[in-house]
T-cell receptor, first 114, second 120 residues
Framework: AQSVTQLGSHVSVSEGALVLLRCNYS??????LFWYVQYPNQGLQLLLK??????LVKGINGFEAEFKKSETSFHLTKPSAHMSDAAEYFC????????????FGTGTRLQVTL | ETGVTQSPTHLIKTRGQQVTLRCSSQSGHNTVSWYQQALGQGPQFIFQYYREEENGRGNFPPRFSGLQFPNYSSELNVNALELDDSALYLC???????????????????FGPGTRLTVL
């Protein structure tokens, strides 16, 4: 069985500040991990993914995440927040090896203020 | 390369009715997964179709059913609609099977814009 916990349903940062969105996972098999972003009234867009290669993964729009097996974490970071980063962010886990079903966390809404 | 498309974008039904949602997969993909996203929640896996057969199902009752066609497009059917079925329904396509090992990004699901279903 697999599960994802996203700590903090709402995160607010100032423009230019560091963004840190937390994700912890549980998996009985080697996992693949994903971060998706959802803008209002839209579908999900892939930000980045970990698929057992490099543990530090770089994605689009300046985001990156580090897979830490010992901490079962896959936190999402961005050095400097932009207003356009305001959205809902979802962490997801799947079984390694295929594009099998994704198990999502409950999401973190990121607010960026001036 | 065309992305994942879904129709309709919005739909309003009444309790007890039936609904069909449609999804066209990204070109080159052979697998379609459906997810339900209730307001304020993360998406929940409904089921996946590969080569026109159901290939995994989440915790959803049998009144949620699906089809995949030879061109890999898919339908999600929901019978006897309930108020709690109101949600955003997301379709995702991916590439699985023997072809997957010869292509890039085969471990990733790409999502469509969703269909917003309201049940009154």
């Amino acid at each position: 069985a697999q599960s994802v916990t996203q700590l903090g349903s709402h995160v607010s940062v100032s423009e230019g500040a560091l963004v840190l969105l937390r994700c912890n996972y549980s998996s009985s098999v080697p996992p693949y991990l994903f971060w998706y972003v959802q803008y209002p009234n839209q579908g999900l867009q892939l930000l980045l993914k970990y698929t057992s290669a490099a543990t530090l993964v770089k994605g689009i729009n300046g985001f990156e995440a580090e897979f830490k097996k010992s901490e079962t974490s896959f936190h999402l970071t961005k050095p400097s927040a932009h207003m356009s980063d305001a959205a809902e962010y979802f962490c997801a886990v799947s079984r390694a090896g295929t594009a099998s079903k994704l198990t999502f966390g409950t999401g973190t809404r990121l607010q960026v203020t001036l | 390369e065309t992305g994942v498309t879904q129709s309709p974008t919005h739909l309003i039904k009444t309790r007890g009715q039936q609904v069909t949602l449609r999804c066209s997969s990204q070109s080159g993909h052979n697998t379609v997964s459906w997810y339900q996203q209730a307001l304020g929640q993360g998406p929940q896996f409904i089921f996946q179709y590969y080569r026109e057969e159901e290939n995994g199902r989440g915790n959803f009752p049998p009144r949620f059913s699906g089809l995949q066609f030879p061109n890999y497009s898919s339908e999600l059917n929901v019978n006897a609609l309930e108020l709690d079925d109101s949600a955003l329904y997301l379709c995702a396509s991916s590439l699985d099977g023997a072809l997957a090992r010869t292509r890039k990004n085969t471990d990733t699901q790409y999502f469509g814009p969703g269909t917003r279903l309201t049940v009154l």
